[in-house]
């Protein structure tokens, strides 16, 4: 496809539950971004890949996120045990290069409602 | 600890009218800057960018402002239309960072 795209566009999970949020790049493109966004607030940087290389994953809040890019394309990210406060949406960014003064592509999002 | 921060969470102005929405930011490493915009459901769209070597970047009825001592930048959207209306976010980053720092985003209502 033209853009990011990102499934499942909603997600409903128990508390406890564990959940994987794929995030498809624009093809060829080297950066991937995983954003948090809580209502009414601005994205949160969780991680960051060049190519299949996690370069950054200091926001990440906690040890039970966990994300990969095996490949340097796709990119999932989980949640194990989720609680009521990862409920959010999460949004998946790409860049074209490296180098950090390039404009994110963002998808759409996944909203997460942990119940 | 916010970096980036919009201190207006709403702003309503009437089409035709010029709309300008603020930016402050406290980390004096960062040189590039941009402007999303949101609509309901949908990821963030990029807007506009300025990088720190200048002070001003105009793209058709966007400009954004850059005021490196006051650490403050602005989006101006002159004239401004209903399509306008959305969840405007600023973002800013340095080379040597990997991530960018967003605004908690200022929502635009522009009336017919």
């Known amino acids: 496809g033209a853009g990011v795209s990102q499934s499942p566009r909603y997600k409903v999970a128990k508390r406890g539950q564990d959940v994987a949020l794929r995030c498809d790049p624009i093809s060829g493109h080297v950066s991937l971004f995983w954003y948090q966004q809580a209502l009414g607030q601005g994205p949160e940087f969780l991680t960051y890949f060049q190519n299949e290389a996690q370069l950054d994953k200091s926001g990440l809040p906690s040890d039970r996120f966990f994300a990969e890019r095996p490949e340097g394309s796709v990119s999932t990210l989980k949640i194990q045990r989720t609680q009521q406060e990862d409920s959010a949406v999460y949004l998946c960014a790409s860049s074209l290069g490296s180098a950090i003064n390039e404009k994110l592509f963002f998808g759409s999002g996944t909203q997460l409602s942990v119940l | 600890d916010q970096q980036v921060k919009q201190n207006s969470p709403s702003l309503s102005v009437q089409e035709g009218r010029i709309s300008i929405l603020n930016c402050d930011y406290t980390n004096s490493m960062f040189d590039y800057f941009l402007w999303y915009k949101k609509y309901p459901a949908e990821g963030p769209t990029f807007l506009i960018s300025i990088s720190s070597i200048k002070d001003k970047n105009e793209d058709g009825r966007f400009t954004v402002f850059l005021n490196k001592s006051a650490k403050h930048l602005s989006l101006h959207i002159v004239p401004s239309q209903p399509g306008d209306s959305a969840v405007y976010f600023c973002?800013?980053?340095?080379?040597?960072?990997?991530?960018?720092?967003f605004g908690s985003g200022t929502k635009l209502n522009v009336k017919p």
């Open positions: 973002a800013a980053s340095a080379n040597n960072f990997n991530k960018f720092y």
